[in-house]
T-cell receptor, first 112, second 111 residues
Framework: DAGVTQSPTHLIKTRGQQVTLRCSPK?????VSWYQQALGQGPQFIFQ???????QRGNFPDRFSGHQFPNYSSELNVNALLLGDSALYLC???????????FGDGTRLSIL | KQEVTQIPAALSVPEGENLVLNCSFT??????LQWFRQDPGKGLTSLLL?????REQTSGRLNASLDKSSGRSTLYIAASQPGDSATYLC??????????FGKGTRLHILP
């Protein structure tokens, strides 16, 4: 049983570009959450998707957007990249209702 | 504002010692509290999850406790080993499935 998978594992972009990160949830999970982890910090909640809708959002600008597909997989899009967007982006999936979240290994995004 | 604080930020101990990592949180209405391990450049591995109605959970050499009334949790590691070296993150989930993380404790076990 595959766990949460994220792609790509590493990505290098330049300022102003746009990026799309992908996440496939663990089998049986219907909720996907995205987190940003800057170096030396704890993960910060970006947003969560359930039933293809954004259910809640953290304190991130509109440059950060997402999508959830009918098969529960999800994408995180970031527009107009800034140097400060360099971080490890983590995806977590769960069954809705306070169930434990399972994390992927993340996508390391570097902005030059 | 919901906050999670972890003390100490970094810790080095000789192999074989027992140790305690501390976590405090401001949200009294947590749904559960979880301890994660993170190796450098890697994702998160869940170690222990304590539901809000529970007081502690144990897995092997690890024991986590939860005191909701005081907003505190501890992670106890017995007989530490060099392989325990990692960053340990404390996090709580609210009823909206949103997880709030601390900044972590970087643990180094000296051989």
């Amino acid at each position: 049983d595959a766990g949460v998978t994220q792609s790509p594992t590493h990505l290098i972009k330049t300022r102003g570009q746009q990026v799309t990160l992908r996440c496939s949830p663990k089998s049986g999970h219907d909720t996907v959450s995205w987190y940003q982890q800057a170096l030396g910090q704890g993960p910060q909640f970006i947003f969560q998707y359930y039933e293809e809708e954004e259910r809640q959002r953290g304190n991130f600008p509109d440059r950060f957007s997402g999508h959830q597909f009918p098969n529960y997989s999800s994408e995180l899009n970031v527009n107009a990249l800034l140097l400060g967007d360099s971080a490890l982006y983590l995806c977590a999936s769960s069954r809705t209702g306070g169930q434990p979240q399972h994390f992927g290994d993340g996508t390391r995004l570097s902005i030059l | 504002k919901q906050e999670v604080t972890q003390i100490p930020a970094a810790l080095s101990v000789p192999e074989g010692e027992n140790l305690v990592l501390n976590c405090s949180f401001t949200d009294s209405a947590i749904y559960n509290l979880q301890w994660f391990r993170q190796d450098p450049g890697k994702g998160l591995t869940s170690l222990l999850l304590i539901q809000s109605s529970q007081r502690e959970q144990t897995s092997g050499r690890l024991n986590a406790s939860l005191d909701k009334s005081s907003g505190r949790s501890t992670l106890y590691i017995a007989a530490s080993q060099p392989g325990d070296s990692a960053t340990y993150l404390c996090a709580h989930m609210n009823r909206d499935d949103k997880i709030i993380f601390g900044k972590g404790t970087r643990l180094h076990i000296l051989p």
